[in-house]
């Protein structure tokens, strides 16, 4: 008995050395987990591909037939970006002309075909060829099959497209102190400043309607020849847009008012002014105005005085414009996709929008999202009750995204829907107060300190509340001062 016990515990030590030695192998064989790709993808400027296409052709002859089909081919893919009274010199077409129906068929006339169009049109194929005889008339009918080059514009022209229209303005020149600034110049600034905005959004495809040299020399060299042809189907592939903001500036000026005293060769200098403008948002297609609105803004201003001092206008201009752009691009976004909360955990969030259109540090108010309304007389959407939730800080911007967190919340964020939480105005003049960790234990210390130690702080502060004291006081102004009508 004692025998088969120690044989048996030899056993069992024996299996578990095996089973120890097998769970590392079988740990050494598990597979690496593969590296994950977060590289960002290429640009998307759109591409030139091809498109497998059928088309018919009728022709006096079995060349003109194909042709015809030839042309149509083309015209299906491409519509009309290729201009129908052209398409044939530019593509070569007319090789078919004075070809019989056995060369047609050979493939020695499609690699003809893909030469003399330069690569437009591929894999040619002349799936059918009726003569008048068959047909009961007195054309051809020519049945192809080919692959024809087409341009496929980017992802991102699927987004609403605007354009930035012109900025006018009352008057050819703008007063901002000192000097003058032709308005003109202003205006293309903003603008530029505005599609620049738009773009960082990323909530737009923002359209340039200034065809610059370097883009008109691209398009002639590919008109000239001197591209591959298959490059022709970029021609013509300027996009329409959806949208189009224009703007008139009724102020814009910073100006400079003078008063010569009459007691002196001295003259009281202030400066004061701000700007305003009315916007609208056209829909190209109806010409309904989407939206119309009046912004403004105020520069601070500059006290009189007879110092002679002047101001750095090109400042002023660059703040006035600066809160101008701002302004316009929030009101854009604001009517078209407004800022949504799409992530949350617990008061941090996370925003559906960056860019220009928030501002890091700033406070802004959020609502609630409730059931939507409509008018009982035509049943439209009047949109959805809004019920102010709590307000919103502006911790950190990215190009897409914004990051925050809430403060004073009022309203029970779990029963929210996704997009429920949307962004407001500004709270402007609202301090944002930074958290300052080191401050905490200095107070738990200066609260746990014994009352002994109190007298020491107060007599370190002593010396400063003396040095406020031992300020003087201003001057006060005689009392038989004579009164004049120098006073501003």
Known sequence: MRQLLCVTAVAAATLLVACGKQEPEKAAAAPAPAATNVAPPVPDAGKVGNVATTAHGFGASAGEAVAEAMKLALLQVNGATVQSATVSAKYGLDVSLGQDSASLRGSAFAEVVAQRSGGVIQNFKLVELQEPSIIGGQRYKATIEAQIAKFTPSADMQKLKVVVGQIRFDGPNLPMGDRSVPSAEVGAAIRQRISDALVQTGRFAVLDRELSPD??????????????????????????????????????????????????????????????????????????????????????????????????????????????????????????????????????????????????????????????????????????????????????????????????????????????????????????????????????????????????????????????????????????????????
């Open 215 to 488: 883009i008109e020399g691209e398009l002639d060299m590919i008109k000239s020849g001197q591209a591959p042809s298959a490059e022709l189907a970029k021609l013509s592939q300027a996009a329409s847009a959806d949208i189009v903001w224009t703007a008139r500036v009724s102020s814009l000026v910073y100006n400079r008012h003078a008063r010569q005293l009459k007691t002196s060769d001295r003259e009281l200098v202030s400066y004061s002014g701000g700007w305003a403008l009315t916007e609208k948002l056209v829909n190209v297609a109806t010409r309904q105005v989407m939206a119309s609105d009046s912004l403004r803004g105020q520069a601070p201003s500059v006290a009189a005085t007879t110092l002679g001092s002047g101001v750095d206008s090109h400042k002023v201009l660059e703040d006035m414009t600066t809160d101008m752009v701002n302004q316009v691009v929030t009101s854009i976004v604001r009517r078209t996709f407004p800022v949504t909360v799409v992530s949350r955990d617990g008061t941090n969030v996370v925003l559906s929008q960056g860019g220009r259109a928030l501002k890091e540090g700033g406070r802004y108010q959020m609502v609630a999202m409730g059931a939507e309304m409509k008018d009982p007389q035509t049943g439209q959407s009047l949109g959805r009750v809004e019920q102010p939730c709590c307000e919103l800080v502006v911790e950190r911007v990215t190009p897409n995204l914004s990051y925050g967190r809430l403060e004073n919340v009022r309203s029970n964020l779990e029963q929210l829907p996704v997009g429920g939480l949307q962004l407001r105005d500004e709270l402007k003049g609202v301090t944002v107060a930074k958290a300052q960790p080191a401050a905490e234990p200095l107070a738990s210390a200066q609260q746990a300190a014994p009352a002994a130690a109190a007298p020491a702080v107060v007599a370190g502060a002593a010396p400063v509340a003396r040095a406020v004291q031992a300020r003087p006081a201003p001057a006060a102004a005689p009392a038989a001062a004579p009164q004049n009508d120098d006073k501003w």
